[in-house]
T-cell receptor, first 117, second 113 residues
Framework: AQTVTQSQPEMSVQEAETVTLSCTYD???????LFWYKQPPSRQMILVIR??????QNATENRFSVNFQKAAKSFSLKISDSQLGDAAMYFC??????????????FGKGTHLIIQP | DSGVTQTPKHLITATGQRVTLRCSPR?????VYWYQQSLDQGLQFLIQ???????AKGNILERFSAQQFPDLHSELNLSSLELGDSALYFC????????????FGQGTRLTVV
């Protein structure tokens, strides 16, 4: 079974600064997807960014980028120019690409990101 | 707004009771997933339906069941409720021909008293 580990229960960053959230995962599969989801106080789960394991290029979405290290099974999220609206719980998630897409997401425990004004 | 609709938003019920949570997926999405978020267990995948058929099972208790109807909406049935079933229950949907990300509804907050 796959596992996802987020070792930072809480992180704090000054507004406009850069912060990196860590995520490691364990799998024996070679083809899979990785995601970062954001859960603000409204509790809505919002997709931040996704990465296909077969792609070597790191995904980027505006101020959000990832550092995907497949051999190390590491998938960190970098948030540049942090904004107050970035304050939320961030979840790293894994999804197998095997089995015809029949599978759910495996989530880490989450990192609570605090933005200091 | 993700386009996934869950009702009700909040539900309070007593131990031993049965409840039904409802989910309408995004237009065109054939896959529906149910997740449970609790303080103890975090976010856990429960079950997936694809075009009316059960496709994958996660950590779903035998007291829980789900189904997907011809109009693609889904219901999660929770019976013989226990205090530990109190949690946020999410529904998510994903496009037909894609392994892409799932889009989540706003969740149903279930409180068992």
């Amino acid at each position: 079974a796959q596992t996802v580990t987020q070792s930072q229960p809480e992180m704090s960053v000054q507004e406009a600064e850069t912060v990196t959230l860590s995520c490691t995962y364990d799998t024996s599969e070679s083809d899979y997807y990785l995601f970062w989801y954001k859960q603000p106080p409204s509790r809505q789960m919002i997709l931040v960014i996704r990465q296909e394991a077969y792609k070597q290029q790191n995904a980027t979405e505006n101020r959000f980028s990832v550092n995907f290290q497949k051999a190390a099974k590491s998938f960190s999220l970098k948030i540049s120019d942090s904004q107050l609206g970035d304050a939320a719980m961030y979840f790293c998630a894994y999804r197998s690409a095997m089995g015809g897409g029949a599978d759910g997401l495996t989530f880490g425990k989450g990192t609570h990101l605090i933005i200091q004004p | 707004d993700s386009g996934v609709t869950q009702t009700p938003k909040h539900l309070i019920t007593a131990t031993g009771q049965r409840v039904t949570l409802r989910c309408s997926p995004r237009s065109g999405d054939l896959s529906v997933y149910w997740y449970q978020q609790s303080l103890d267990q975090g976010l856990q995948f429960l079950i997936q339906y694809y075009n009316g058929e059960e496709r994958a099972k996660g950590n779903i208790l035998e007291r829980f069941s789900a189904q997907q109807f011809p109009d693609l909406h889904s219901e999660l049935n929770l019976s013989s409720l226990e205090l530990g079933d109190s949690a946020l229950y999410f529904c998510a949907s994903s496009p037909r021909d894609s392994f892409s990300e799932a889009f989540f509804g706003q969740g149903t907050r279930l409180t068992v008293v």
